[in-house]
């Protein structure tokens, strides 16, 4: 994987929807310098609150703005195909995946001066826009469904530790990119595209290498390539790693009965 683009995704300093947009053009091979649905997007919704000088009206205003007349609000679904994943078909088909939608409501909140970020809610990445001191709106980047404070107390309740202590985290870059790469990853996978799927792979490896669940990922991957050899090796690292997983029961035996010299290899 490229060094540069490694450092980008590492950087906390850089605006995580322009990271997504490199990692787009690094697994699609296309380039993605300007996306003009976004442009598009980003004007017409600064147009629809520009003269809102309450900030939570403001919040108000562009939240409705979005689901309501740019169709964004959405239902949770069990998986999101590749489209959902590319910013510039996601938006055309208004099919995003959770966390592209997360980064992407984050830019176009933040572009209209409505302070917002992304924090971990158990389970999921949700936006906050932060209004004063004292009030902030937390909402579900997908159905567009905000949480009062009894609901997040709720949440909040599921994270171990002493109550009083507990803080929403905001969301780090690499997080981000993980959830995100991960789904891409598996949607790859279900339409049969091994190649970028490896990429994704790839990618994953070089932020938590030796993860043994990517190497067997991987592993299953070069096996659908026809590099099995490889794929021996990291089936082999997957069973070592974690033998009591049933998976990794089920590939010792399965690996137990092949003999790589008697495997062509391509």
Known sequence: MNELLLSEIKSEQNEPLQTFLLLEEYIFGVNLQKVDELSELVDWCKNETEKVKEPIERAEVLINALFVDQLFIDKQHVVW???AHQL??????????????AVLIAHVANACDCK?????????????????????IIFD??????????????RMSE????PFEIQMDVMKQESLVLEHISSL?????????????LKCVDMLLALNPNDPFERRDRGYLLHQLDCFKVAYDDYQYFVEQCP????????????????ISDTILH
């Not at 917002?116 to 902030?136: S, T, W």
């Not at 994270?159 to 002493?162: A, E, T």
């Open 141 to 154: 980047p997908v159905t567009g469904e905000s949480l009062n404070w009894h609901e997040l107390d709720a």
């Open 185 to 197: 990853k598996a949607a790859f996978i279900r339409e049969q595209a091994y190649d970028n799927a």
């Open 81 to 83: 195909p590749v489209i």
């Open 88 to 101: 510039p078909s996601a938006l055309s088909h208004k099919l995003i995946s959770p966390t592209l939608k």
């Open 244 to 259: 009591k997983d049933p998976a990794a029961q089920l590939l010792k035996l399965q690996l137990d009965k092949i003999s």
């Open 159 to 162: 994270i171990s530790g002493d």
């Open 116 to 136: 917002a970020d992304i924090v971990f809610v158990p389970e999921k990445a949700m936006i906050r826009i932060i209004c004063d001191e004292n009030y902030a």
